[in-house]
């Protein structure tokens, strides 16, 4: 039972436009949410993340928007950047809970 | 800044034996965690452990265990490997303090079982 899901395994986007990734979750109990990149051969980092008390979180060039009713976030990164060019994961945890639960990733190639 | 370190990172071992995985973090983080990542399926949950000697089942620890004997310190044991535990194994850390903290990961082990 997927909790997390990211629909799509891959996107491609073209340098200097605007990337979206996409993420839902069915468990209306989970309250915080964060989106990791991961290089090859390298741990996932955190990037950004989220509490269900606000439906925006900017940090740069990364903001991270959430849509409770719809029970949908996404990640959009503006203006994309060849380093932008990873693995994405969203996860998600439940309040008073340490575990994240994480989705399948989707492979972002930015394109000079 | 975090350290998570995994003692291996590229690893062979043969069908039936006995591996263990060890992961140390420097940042006195009261939650470490053990994740397979496989293409399609992220990253799942095998065990984590919220303090020393503590451990908690997470969504797939069929045919593992764990041991945490001191706080750094986080050990993932395959009791008798099989092919289907050919992965990357990731340790990850985390404070316990306030909700949403982000976890930490190391490099990551590859697996290969023969």
């Known amino acids: 039972d997927q909790q997390v899901k990211q629909n799509s395994p891959s996107l491609s986007v073209q340098e200097g436009r605007i990337s979206i990734l996409n993420c839902d979750y069915t468990n209306s109990m989970f309250d915080y949410f964060l989106w990791y990149k991961k290089y090859p051969a390298e741990g996932p980092t955190f990037l950004i993340s989220i509490s269900s008390i606000k439906d925006k979180n900017e940090d740069g060039r990364f903001t991270v928007f959430l849509n409770k009713s719809a029970k949908h976030l996404s990640l959009h990164i503006v203006p994309s950047q060849p380093g932008d060019s990873a693995v994405y994961f969203c996860a998600a945890s439940k309040k008073g809970a340490q575990k994240l639960v994480f989705g399948q990733g989707t492979r972002l190639t930015i394109n000079p | 800044d975090v350290k998570v370190t995994q003692s291996s990172r590229y690893l062979v071992k043969r069908t039936g034996e006995k591996v263990f995985l060890e992961c140390v973090q420097d940042?006195?983080?009261?939650?470490m965690f053990w994740y397979r990542q496989d293409p399609g399926l992220g990253l799942r949950l095998i065990y984590f452990?919220?303090?020393?000697?503590?451990?908690e089942k997470g969504d797939i620890p069929e045919g593992y265990s764990v041991s945490r004997e001191k706080k750094e310190r986080f050990s993932l044991i395959l009791e008798s490997a099989s092919t289907n535990q050919t992965s990357m194994y990731l340790c990850?850390?985390?404070?316990?303090?306030?909700?949403?903290?982000?976890?930490?990961f190391g490099d990551g082990t590859r697996l290969s079982i023969l």
């Open positions: 990850a850390s985390s404070l316990s303090t306030g909700k949403g903290q982000p976890q930490h």
């Open positions: 452990s919220y303090d020393v000697k503590m451990k």
């Open positions: 940042m006195d983080h009261e939650n």
